[in-house]
């Protein structure tokens, strides 16, 4: 089993940046991929890496202004939010799973079955 504890969220300005902290906990040498989540209302895919490295997946609504980036020392990954909008706002997740790539992030079908998540973070935006 893992555990997932997300931190960093608050309120910030419009243009303002925020970082988020993913601290996984438990059998972590068991994840493949790790990535976040955004909800408000509907669930969103944000970014998503293998965790042991390689090549990062942004939604588009986020590319060139977020950076998802992983300490495996400390078993963290960071999700750096610059250039937030309003429209950025919602509860940031993370999640992990032991075999999806972080490419099938993308998929509502992939979403809907990977092994964990945490309890959520809010990020509001104010304009």
């Known amino acids: 089993q893992v555990q997932l504890v997300e931190s960093g969220g608050g309120l910030v300005q419009a243009g303002g940046s925020l970082r988020l902290s993913c601290a996984a906990s438990?059998?972590?040498?068991?994840?493949?991929?790790i990535g976040w989540f955004r909800q408000a209302p509907e669930r969103e895919f944000v970014a998503a890496v293998a965790?042991?490295?390689?090549?990062?997946y942004y939604a588009d609504s986020v590319t060139d202004r977020f950076t998802i980036s992983r300490d495996n020392a400390k078993d963290t990954v960071y999700l750096q939010m610059n250039s937030l909008k309003p429209e950025d706002t919602a509860v940031y997740y993370c999640?992990?799973?032991?075999?999806?790539?972080?490419?099938?992030?993308?998929?509502?079908?992939?979403?809907?079955?990977?092994?964990?998540w945490g309890q959520g973070t809010q990020v509001t935006v104010s304009s």
């Open positions: 999640a992990a799973d032991g075999s999806a790539g972080p490419g099938l992030y993308k998929g509502s079908s992939t979403q809907d079955r990977l092994d964990y």
């Open positions: 965790w042991n490295g390689g090549v990062p």
């Open positions: 438990g059998n972590t040498g068991s994840l493949y991929s």
